[in-house]
């Protein structure tokens, strides 16, 4: 909803081999929005407090006024130095005012330490909204390359 925080959240049931991530929000319905509004960058896939096996986070997504609403829209978990697609939400809307059925605050969810503030429209030079602390991917050499030297020089 526009003027609020909305939590984002996610998770994994097991490690995948993805050090970091960077999250979009695309809109299907190119007379709603065409683009991406980048919301973050290098976000670190973390081992939940929960045990087991399950990797995940979340924050919030702070949307002003400027953000389109309207159906379609879907959060994409990606790659974004060679175009890679990790996984894609399901649509969603965005709205202005709160629905009938809204709750402040449903129960069980977590509460995000982080906030991204996405203010503008998708355009060619967007910067991120936040960058956070994960191991990004070199875009001078391949991963392969960086690990093969971390091992080398630390024996």
Not at 14 to 23: I, N
Not at 109 to 124: K, Q, W
Not at 141 to 147: F, G, M, R, T, V
């Amino acid at each position: 909803m526009l003027g609020q925080k909305n939590l984002l959240a996610w998770r994994c049931a097991s490690d995948t081999g993805v050090k970091a991530f960077d999250v979009q929000l695309h809109n299907y319905k190119h007379g709603v929005m065409e683009g991406a509004i980048k919301i973050a960058r290098n976000v670190p896939m973390q081992r939940l407090s929960s045990g087991y096996r399950n990797y995940g986070g979340e924050i919030e997504v702070d949307l002003d006024g400027t953000i389109p609403t309207g159906d379609g829209f879907v959060v994409a978990f990606v790659e974004s130095v060679n175009g890679g697609v990790y996984t894609i939400s399901s649509p969603f809307s965005i709205v202005a005012e709160p629905p009938s059925n809204f709750t402040d605050k449903p129960f069980g969810l977590p509460s995000a330490t982080v906030t991204a503030t996405l203010h503008d429209m998708p355009h060619p030079t967007m910067q991120w909204a936040i960058t956070m602390d994960g191991q990004g991917v070199s875009i001078t050499a391949p991963a392969w390359l960086a690990e093969a030297s971390a091992t080398s020089t630390s024996t």
